[in-house]
């Protein structure tokens, strides 16, 4: 039986089958050869090892609270409240003291400077109106510092410690309700700013969301203490009577809206 070739005449003929499964094999190039790179091994010696030490979580954490540690020791020895004694410096006026006071009213509040006593220094200072532009400027500019410092040095090694109910129950709201939360704690005075500031930080919290919240969320109370600071000369004023009372009357109110809502927070 003859099962591949046709042996009459002394010649060999290939079956279709066998020609088509060599124009096959033919037709398709074999696969090139796969050079593996070996893998890189990390870097070892004493350089590498400090930067990875200078740039772990806790270091960069470790910076931050130096940094606050420093700027509240510089806040001391300033005396930022013989502002409302002594008075602006002489040589700085106008728009340009408006500018300034914002900046350094940023920079105070990192350093954990009341900003009650800021915003009554911008209302006598500079007057309702200049005072309650240059008071929440420097919130806004205040806030954001805290937070990208926050961001930046903190979250990583902070985020590791919410273990408590309180702390996961302020993370979770404030990483889903971020910008109505914040605008909460903006509106009532008795929330402390550093604290909220870098609450929000440690957060998921977006930069944007909480910059707006703070400038919107910051604007009665700031008003209020900037005429307060305004009319401070005339105690008896109408417009120093109301301007307590809006500083009151939130405070209040937020510390009986705090207490109903303890249960809630625990959870």
């Known amino acids: 039986m003859l099962d591949a070739t046709n042996r009459s005449g002394g010649t060999a003929t290939a079956s279709p089958r066998a020609v088509a499964t060599e124009l096959t094999a033919a037709a398709v190039p074999s696969a090139a050869p ?30 931050l609270l130096a940094l606050l540690a420093s700027a509240a020791s510089g806040m001391l020895l300033l005396e930022p409240q013989k502002l409302l004694t ?28 009341p900003r009650p006593l800021l915003n009554l220094a911008a209302g006598a200072l500079f007057g309702s109106q200049l005072g309650l532009g240059a008071a929440l400027s420097g919130t806004v500019l205040g806030a954001g510092l805290a937070f990208c410092l926050g961001r930046a040095l903190g979250q990583d090694a902070l985020r590791t410690l919410l273990r408590g109910r309180w ?4 993370d979770k709201q404030l990483s889903r309700h971020g910008f109505r939360s914040m605008l909460a704690a903006r509106l009532f005075p008795g ?16 930069l944007l969301p909480f910059l707006l919240a703070t400038a919107l969320g910051s604007i ?7 005429v307060a600071g305004a009319r401070a000369s005339t105690p008896t004023s109408p417009a120093f009577l ?6 009151t009357v939130p405070g209040l109110l937020g510390a009986v809206i705090a207490w109903r809502k303890r249960r809630a927070l625990r959870r």
């Not at 009665?220 to 900037?226: I, R, V």
């Open 220 to 226: 009665p109370n700031t008003a209020a203490y900037a």
């Open 167 to 170: 702390l996961k129950a302020a």
């Open 86 to 113: 002594d008075g602006w410096p002489p040589q700085l006026g106008g728009a340009a003291a408006v500018v300034v006071y914002a900046a350094a009213y940023g920079v105070c509040t990192v350093a954990f400077v």
């Open 34 to 63: 796969v050079s593996v790179l070996p893998p890189v091994p990390p870097a070892t010696g004493l350089p590498a090892r400090c930067a990875r030490a200078l740039l772990s979580p806790w270091s960069r954490l470790s910076l």
């Open 191 to 206: 929330v402390p700013f550093a604290a909220s500031n870098y609450c929000a930080a440690v957060s998921r919290m977006g």
């Open 242 to 247: 109301i301007a307590l009372a809006c500083i």
